[in-house]
């Protein structure tokens, strides 16, 4: 089966550094995506990883190993409006989004 | 660009009556666009894809004469919630297939629809 895995929640520091992870086995890649959902939201596109490597895009870096079947999120200089969920999702061989199930972050002054 | 609205986005209404949801591509053409649902605390769960001029695909447990999904044209796909009941209240989001043939999908603003 396919199945993506982020921790459920994480709690950070304003002003901090907090790397959020995400395993997945899928049938397939094609491509590796981050999006971040506040509460009653809809969510918005942080990220799209295709290579290996790091995406560095502002405060927000994104990291993709394919062998490893393993990504990052990255989240630099913590601020509180950060506290959200980010979700991870995966585009299998039929070119579907496969879902993580989020991780909420919880930013503490 | 790639702009999706949702309308309405709040809507109440009594048990056993029929809602519409409507979803939008405002700048760009969506051949394809996706139905979730999102209950409190949750992640998005797939419902349905629905493709431009053909019959949605219903993912497992959603039943398709409930969830009804018309995808008429290039720019608008609606979600017909039919007999709704109290446990229907949910955030029904919807999104687009980018314009660029991307995997990227641009969400609507979400619907939430609580059933009385």
């Known amino acids: 089966g396919q199945n993506i895995d982020q921790p459920t929640e994480m709690t950070a520091t304003e002003g901090a550094i907090v790397q959020i992870n995400c395993t997945y086995q899928?049938?397939?890649?094609?491509?590796l995506f981050w999006y971040q959902q506040h509460a009653g939201e809809a969510p918005t596109f942080l990220s799209y990883n295709v290579l290996d490597g790091l995406e560095e895009k502002g405060r927000f870096s994104s990291f993709l190993s394919r062998s490893k079947g393993y990504s990052y999120l990255l989240l630099k200089e913590l601020q509180m409006k950060d506290s959200a969920s980010y979700l991870c999702a995966v585009v299998d061989s039929n070119y579907q989004l496969i879902w993580g199930a989020g991780t909420k972050l919880i930013i503490k002054p | 660009g790639a702009v999706v609205s949702q309308h309405p986005s709040r809507v109440i209404c009594k048990s056993g009556t029929s809602v519409k949801i409507e979803c939008r591509s405002l700048?760009?053409?969506?051949?394809?666009m996706f139905w979730y649902r999102q209950f409190p605390k949750q992640s998005l769960m797939l419902m349905a894809t629905s493709n431009e001029g053909s019959k949605a695909t219903y993912e497992q447990g959603v039943e398709k004469d409930k969830f009804l999904i018309n995808h008429a044209s290039l720019t608008l796909s609606t979600l017909t919630v039919t007999s709704a009941h109290p446990e229907d209240s949910s955030f029904y989001i919807c999104?687009?297939?980018?314009?660029?043939?991307?995997?990227?999908?641009?969400f609507g603003p979400g619907t939430r629809l609580t059933v009385t």
């Open positions: 899928t049938s397939g890649f094609n491509g």
């Open positions: 700048d760009f053409q969506a051949t394809t």
């Open positions: 999104s687009a297939r980018g314009p660029q043939s991307s995997y990227e999908q641009y």
